[in-house]
Structures are given as structure tokens and as C-alpha cells.
């Protein structure tokens, strides 16, 4: 696979992955906060549902006491003592000692005119005869008044109960201290943007809430008519979104409404939001840290085993090759060889010729001997050749013996000392001291290092340097020859066919092109592997490396 196979490779196998760790992540996070939010919603909801029934039965009992209180009055005491003004004002007193919830108290007749009255207010000469609080308490008996401004010119509420004696009918008023129980009303709220107040049927307010004057938007849901229990909504407007609670008060035609900032009730769950969404986040962030690891990790095991399969790969073709070149050097060194013996033959027949006859007499007898020296050379040549390459078809079985490979490399290298020193080239030695000894054919070992050091020397030319190192492998218990030159290296063209038969970069004459293919197939035979490692410009590096113990390798 290619490296851009492996890159999308990688990609499909993170994308995969995060599908399949992310979406489940998100789902999940979305889920239990979509939960958690709807039972936090109710819980909110059912609170404030529990707190409004709450305050309505203060509020009622609140109205519920005024009543009973003004009512005792009116019945303990005779119309003789209520039509008293200091005795009005006496009773008055003595009710502010414990409450100041009343600010005053009339007595009125059947016309509507105060017979006595005790307060603050110049009220003493009024008659409320045409007012419509005055006609409902004639008819009721007891009531409360929605708030009005009546005489006095601003906005008061009063309770009024109405008493038979002597024949006749008195009403007995008390106005109750607005500011008393707009605190009573207020102090329902919750939080520090929360609100409490009443309204009437109409939708006017009853109280004065404690921001201000507020819009019927936010409890017109819960206008019209009465419903028992508590109700609750949500209003949202440019400036505020807010829960609003309404509940109908069972002494009053009033709702009272109570109005909670949301961000405040909900501040809890947006808290819950902000660290769920971190968790969400850092578990994203984790997995796809981790995702990108396992990928580039899965990525590199991927390349590592397609060049291990390349290079085995590499090595069955060169295998293959070789065998199948083996059996046709084998076939042309045999029909190549008859012919050579006969040239040999008749040149030699022809050198005998050229001495007993008078053939030296002609002028061409020099230019004849060095004919046939020609034809004896290259007849030894060729025949040279011929039997390199019977050599190569040839499976000769290796004798093995304990060898100490640096003992070889010695006694190798001895054989090219002059040619080494005439071309002024440092042979650098590297050799590890604790190597140990190995099973393998000494002879042929030697064939493939003359080969080496042959190549490194004529790549080099002159002036030069060549390094032979050697180590030992403990994970794949192989001894290793390293043989460096900084001769030009090879290009990749000629990388690629460096172990074909009969591939030579040397000048015509200079070689045969079968000796690495050789040293290939030696190495393989003995259980070894041969490598190569070379650049432009930078030299190059051959690599044997040879087991401890012989194993011959199966063909």
C-alpha cells in the first residue's frame, strides 16, 4: 500500500473511531443533561406550585383574622359605646397596642353618614351612602374592598361588617395599613429579583409589587376565571425571563402572583450544564488524543509489515531469479565450454606450428604470434567465466566449521593488502572483541568478502577510506560484518539490479557481474542475509548478517 493508501488508511480508521466513541459521548452527555434539566424544571415548577399555596393561606388567614377581629368589635361592643367618640378612640388604641394593622375605625348609620369616627383622617362629615363598598356590605354583611382612593384621594383598602340593633343597621369600617400589607405580600419573594404581589379579576394591582408597575403579559394566562390550586408559567421578554407562579386567595377575589428569576432558580443547572459540557469536552479531547495515537501507532505497524513483506518479497524474486539463472549458466558454461576447448586446442596447435615451420621467416610472424597470444588470452578468459558460472549453477553444499568471523575478515583482507596500499586506501578496522564464534563455511565466507572488499576498493579508485565493523545481534542471535566505502554510492537504477547476474558498472573487461550474485546466493545459502544501504555522494555499505548456529536455509 502506498503512503497515501496508508494516510487514508489512517484517516478512515480515526474517523471510525471517533464515530464511534464521540457520537454515543454526545448522545449520552445530551441525553442525561436533557434529563436532568426536565426534572429540575419540575422540581422548580413543583416548588414554587407548594410555596404559593403556602403564602395564600397566610394571606388568607391574614384577611381571615382582620375580619374576625373587626366583627368581635362590632358585636362585643353595643352601638351605645361605638357611637362614642372617645370611646371609639379608646378601643382603637388599645387594638394598636398589639397591631397597628388598623389605622382607623367609623361607625356608620343606615344613611351612610359617620355617626362617630377615630382616625387620622377629617372623615367625620362624609357620606358613603353612593359608594359601591357601601352598598356591598349592605348586602353581604362583611367586606373587603379592592383598593381605592374614595374621599380620601389615594389608593387605601378597608373591611366593613355590617350590625343590626335597635332596629337598625350600622356598619362598622377599619382601613387596613396599606404599607402593613404590601410587606405582608412582598415578603413572599424569593431571591434578589424575585417578586410577590395580588392583582383583581380586572388585572390591576392590589399591591405595590417591589419593582415597580408590572405588565399583565406576565400573569394574563392565569386572569379570567377562578381555578383552585396553584399554576405555573414561564414569561420571557427582552429584559427578564421569569417563572411566574398564580394563585387565587380563597377570602378575596385576588390572585396572587409570584414572579422568580429564572437565572437565579436555575442557576444550579446551568452550573450542571457548564460542568457537564467540560466533561464532555475533556472526554472529547481525551478521546481524540488517544484515537489520534492508536491511528499514527496502528499507521506505523501498518508500514513496518508491508516493507518486512516488500523486502521478503524482494528476497523470493531475487531467489527465484537466481535459480532459474543458476540452471541457464549452468546450460551455457556446458555448450560454451566444448567450444572453448577446441579453440584452446587449435591455438595451442597453431603456437606449435608457428615454431617448427618456417612461418618465422614471413614478415607477418610477430603479428601471428600475437594473434594467437590474443586468442589464448581471451580463450582463458572466457573459460575463466565459464567456470565462475559453474560455480554459480552449481549447489555446492557448505562444509561448516566454528569460525571467529574476525579471524576471517583478517586473513581475507590479507589478500589485498598491495592492491589496498598501491591505491593509497585506510582500511579502518572496527572489530567488536566479544564476538562470538559461529557455524559456517569458512571458504565460501572468504569468497564473499573478497567480493565486497574487490568492490569497495574499485569504487573508491584512490585515496579512500574503508571501514570493517562487526557486532553481534542478541535479539536474532546473528553475528554482523559491516563493509563501508565513501567511494560515489549507486543511484537507485543501479540499487535496484545491484544482485542481478551479469550486472556490472565496471568498464568492459574490468568484470563479469557475478559476484555479488554469487555472494547473494553463498549468504542465503548459509542462513545469512546480505543488505545494502547506499546514497549518491555518500558512499556504500554492505551488511551480512550470519547466525551463530548454522541452520541451512531450505530452497
Known amino acids: 500500500m502506498s503512503v497515501f493508501g496508508l494516510k487514508d488508511l489512517g484517516t478512515k480508521i480515526a474517523i471510525t473511531a471517533l464515530g464511534f466513541s464521540l457520537i454515543p459521548l454526545i448522545v449520552l452527555g445530551a441525553t442525561m ?41 362590632a358585636y362585643a361592643h353595643s352601638i351605645e359605646d361605638l357611637s362614642s367618640q372617645e370611646k371609639l378612640e379608646q378601643i382603637l388604641s388599645t387594638m394598636q397596642l398589639s397591631s397597628r394593622t388598623f389605622i382607623d375605625l367609623g361607625l356608620i348609620n343606615e344613611e351612610g353618614v359617620h355617626v362617630s369616627y377615630s382616625g387620622p383622617y377629617n372623615l367625620s362629615e362624609v357620606n358613603y351612602k353612593n359608594e359601591e363598598w357601601f352598598n356591598q356590605v349592605m348586602v353581604r354583611k362583611i367586606y373587603v374592598s379592592d383598593v381605592f382612593e374614595g374621599f380620601r384621594g389615594f389608593p387605601h383598602m378597608i373591611i366593613a361588617v355590617k350590625k343590626q340593633e335597635r332596629g337598625k343597621v350600622w356598619i362598622l369600617r377599619a382601613t387596613i ?3 402593613i400589607f404590601d410587606s405582608l405580600v412582598r415578603w413572599l419573594q424569593l431571591g434578589d429579583l424575585g417578586d410577590a404581589y395580588l392583582v383583581n379579576r380586572n388585572g390591576e394591582l392590589q399591591t405595590k409589587p417591589r419593582f415597580g408597575n408590572k405588565s399583565q403579559e406576565i400573569y394574563a394566562a392565569f386572569l379570567g376565571s377562578p381555578f383552585s390550586g396553584a399554576k405555573v408559567a414561564e414569561f420571557e421578554s427582552e429584559r427578564k425571563k421569569v417563572f411566574v407562579g398564580g394563585i387565587w386567595l380563597e377570602q378575596k377575589n385576588w390572585l396572587l402572583v409570584i414572579e422568580e428569576d429564572m437565572r437565579g432558580e436555575l442557576q444550579p443547572l446551568f452550573e450542571t450544564q457548564t460542568a457537564t459540557w467540560a466533561v464532555v469536552g475533556g472526554g472529547i479531547i481525551f478521546i481524540i488524543v488517544g484515537t489520534l495515537m492508536i491511528t499514527r501507532m496502528i499507521v506505523a505497524q501498518q508500514e513496518r509489515s508491508e516493507r518486512e513483506q516488500a523486502q521478503l518479497n524482494e528476497e523470493l524474486i531475487q531467489s527465484s531469479k537466481m535459480a532459474a539463472l543458476g540452471k541457464l549458466a549452468a546450460g551455457v558454461a556446458h555448450e560454451v565450454n566444448n567450444p572453448l576447448a577446441v579453440i584452446r586446442e587449435k591455438a595451442g596447435w597453431m603456437r606449435d606450428l608457428l615454431e617448427e615451420e618456417d612461418v ?10 600475437d594473434a594467437v597470444d590474443k586468442i589464448e588470452h581471451h580463450v582463458e578468459r572466457a573459460g575463466q567465466v565459464v567456470h565462475r558460472m559453474l560455480g554459480f549453477a552449481r549447489r555446492m553444499e557448505p562444509v561448516c566449521n566454528d569460525l571467529y568471523i574476525n579471524d576471517v575478515l583478517k586473513q581475507t583482507s590479507a589478500f589485498l593488502d598491495n592492491e589496498i596500499r598501491f591505491r593509497n586506501i585506510q582500511l579502518v578496522w572496527n572489530l567488536a572483541q566479544d564476538l562470538p564464534t559461529i557455524q559456517s563455511d569458512a571458504a565460501q565466507i572468504q569468497q564473499v568478502l573478497l567480493n565486497l572488499l574487490n568492490n569497495a576498493i574499485d569504487a573508491i579508485g584512490r585515496n579512500g577510506n574503508i571501514t570493517v565493523s562487526t557486532g553481534y545481534d542478541d535479539e536474532s542471535d546473528m553475528v554482523r560484518i559491516s563493509i563501508r566505502d565513501d567511494g560515489p554510492g549507486m543511484d537507485k537504477e543501479v540499487q535496484r539490479r545491484i544482485f542481478d547476474p551479469f550486472f556490472t558498472t565496471k568498464r568492459v573487461g574490468e568484470g563479469t557481474g557475478l559476484g555479488l550474485s554469487i555472494s547473494y546466493s553463498i549468504i542465503n545459502k548459509l542462513g545469512g542475509i546480505i543488505r545494502f544501504d547506499s546514497e549518491v555522494g555518500h558512499g556504500t555499505e554492505f551488511t551480512i548478517l550470519l547466525p551463530v548456529k548454522h541452520h541451512d536455509r531450505k530452497e
Open 33 to 73: 443533561y436533557s434529563m436532568f434539566a426536565s426534572a429540575y424544571h419540575t422540581k422548580v415548577r413543583s416548588n414554587l406550585m407548594t410555596l404559593a399555596e403556602n403564602k395564600r393561606q397566610g394571606i388568607d388567614l391574614f384577611l381571615r383574622e382582620q375580619v374576625s377581629q373587626l366583627r368581635t368589635l
Open 177 to 179: 395599613d396599606s404599607d
Open 360 to 369: 618465422k621467416a614471413s614478415p607477418n610472424f610477430q603479428e601471428f604470434g
